[in-house]
């Protein structure tokens, strides 16, 4: 692991995950741990409206958590109803919290290397819809990360399990003084809740 990250992960390890939360977390345990016990590859796909903040924290702080646990085979995607761009906050954000992120193209909906640790792949982010080619098709399990696009997108096609775990979308504070704060804050609960979940799977 990256030594800032670490160290971030250290402070994370203290945050309590509120009973209600955890009762909204378990069932993502136990669609983990099942996979786990069949030696079976774990595909999750973070959904949000745009796949432009909450979808990618959680993206991200899944694989590097799964990493961190030592838990194998774990494959972290993220997507959207609708493609947009990752909002760069997200990745000042990360930055910030220990991460090392490269902006790999220019364009409107640019592509990103986020790396957790020197000898693993980055994970790779972009905006998209969760049925791009770069998701997986089948056999994934969806995390529905927002009100949006929980009710928007009653059947998401070739999920094998769906999870609503929904986070209050940062965006409500940009532009305004607290946003940065708001923004790691928010980085901050799903990381912790994303350390719950993959805590608690046995190997």
Known sequence: MLENLAKTIKKIATISVAKDRIEVLNPLVDYIQEKVNNKEEIRLNFICTHNSRRSHLSQ?????????????KVFCYS????ATAM??????????????????????????????A???????????AYFDE??????????????NAD??????????????????????????????????????????EMYYVLSQIKF
């Open 79 to 82: 997507g959207g109803t609708e």
């Open 134 to 147: 770069f998701n997986p098709k089948n056999h994934f399990g969806a995390i529905m990360t927002c009100n």
């Open 118 to 128: 020197d000898n693993q792949h980055p994970v790779v982010c972009f905006s998209k």
């Open 151 to 192: 009710e928007g997108c009653p059947m998401v096609f070739g999920a094998e399990a769906r999870f609503p775990i929904k986070y209050d979308d940062p965006k409500a504070f940009d532009d305004r003084d607290l946003m940065d704060e708001k923004y790691a804050e928010r980085s901050f609960q799903i990381a912790s």
């Open 60 to 72: 991200i702080w899944a694989q590097t958590m799964a990493f961190h646990f030592g838990i194998q």
């Open 87 to 116: 909002f760069p906050k997200v990745a000042e954000t990360l930055t910030n919290q220990g991460f090392q992120i490269q902006k790999l193209s220019r364009e409107p909906n640019p592509v990103y290397a986020v790396k957790y």
